[in-house]
């Protein structure tokens, strides 16, 4: 029920430029190299590196309990410029546990490439640039590569009973990486 009172701030605010979140209801994750060892392939270059360096950064708000029917939330995800070796910097990707849950990813920010994979694994790239709007299927994993020399930063919505399942993913990773190839982004289909 809505009532009527003062003026109350919300409890998340988003500044739409920088995609940056904050307020009371705003939970902040970090992810470091360390926290993504096994998802890029050239285990050698990783070793050379800092494993504190920061990959991607995820703000976000959850005003329902995860697993409530029907409730929505949103994140903001900011992902570092930067390569493993010629594997650019990416987001851990994870199916939607209850597979039947999309979920929309809007960029704010930066130029990248959203992988897409099916059961079969068969996998996609849709490009992100300031503006492009990507609606995911449910069904499908979702991972996040910033190609370009700035934070790639974009917007996500989501089910509050879609769940996350990176199991899989940790396992056998996705059919493509995006890799450096002669000057510029290529993906390479494993
Ligand atoms: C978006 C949403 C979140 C997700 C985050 C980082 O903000 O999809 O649910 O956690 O990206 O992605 P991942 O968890 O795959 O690293
Ligand atoms: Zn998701």
Redesign the pocket.
Known sequence: MISSGDYAPPEAQIDWLTGMMRGSAVQE?T?TLRDMARLFHDADSLRRMDENTVV?R?Q?TEPVAQGTTGGL?W???IIEPGRVGDEYFM????FHSRRDRG?Y?GTIGGKGLLVLMDESRATRTDAMFPGSLHYITGGLA???VNTGDEPLL???C?PSD?G?D?SS?KAKGFGARVLLRGGGPAVIHA
């Open positions: 994750a992810k991607y995820v976000w939330f994140g903001s995800t987001t851990h990707g994870h979920e990813y979702h991972r996040v974009f917007g996500a989501w879609a996350h990176y993913i």
